[in-house]
């Protein structure tokens, strides 16, 4: 039995595995790879390429990188789809279509105010005591 990862078993040497190899996947394009990954994972998913920062693990062999610029393909099995591992809002590839379908709508936050002075709360006296036990 080998050790390698299903992407690197078999086939021709040197070949480039797509997205989804040995899932039945080949003949998908890198976007499209990324898509069934995201349906069937749950993750926002991304396709090397792409640039697009933050913590990435590898679809196929969950190595994780801190990515800062455009995604590479796995160093260590040759995959080209990586899931965001972060959590917050999905990320918006740099080089994506402003205002495309592929940008999700941002959630509702906090509202934001400038130049609001904020106060400092009332001083309020410490009581401390010693002996206390905080089990039950």
């Avoid at 039995?1 to 998908?28: C, D, E, Y």
């Avoid at 917050?88 to 941002?106: I, S």
């Avoid at 959630?107 to 001083?123: D, F, I, N, W, Y």
Wanted: glycine share 16%.
């Amino acid at each position: 039995m080998s050790t390698l990862p299903p992407q690197r078993q078999g086939g021709k040497v040197g070949r480039q595995p797509g997205p989804g190899a040995g899932a039945g996947g080949r003949g998908m394009s890198p976007a499209q790879g990324a898509e069934a990954a995201e349906r069937r994972i749950g993750k926002p998913c991304f396709h090397a390429g792409q640039r697009v920062a933050g913590l990435f693990g590898c679809v196929a062999c969950q190595f994780q990188i801190r990515n800062r610029a455009a995604l590479p393909a796995c160093p260590q099995c040759g995959e080209l789809i990586w899931a965001y591992l972060e959590d917050g809002p999905r990320p918006v590839p740099q080089d994506a279509p402003a205002g495309g379908a592929a940008a999700a709508p941002a959630p509702a936050g906090p509202k934001v105010e400038e130049g609001v002075r904020l106060e400092a709360p009332a001083q309020r006296p410490v009581k401390v005591e010693e002996g206390v036990k905080l089990d039950p």
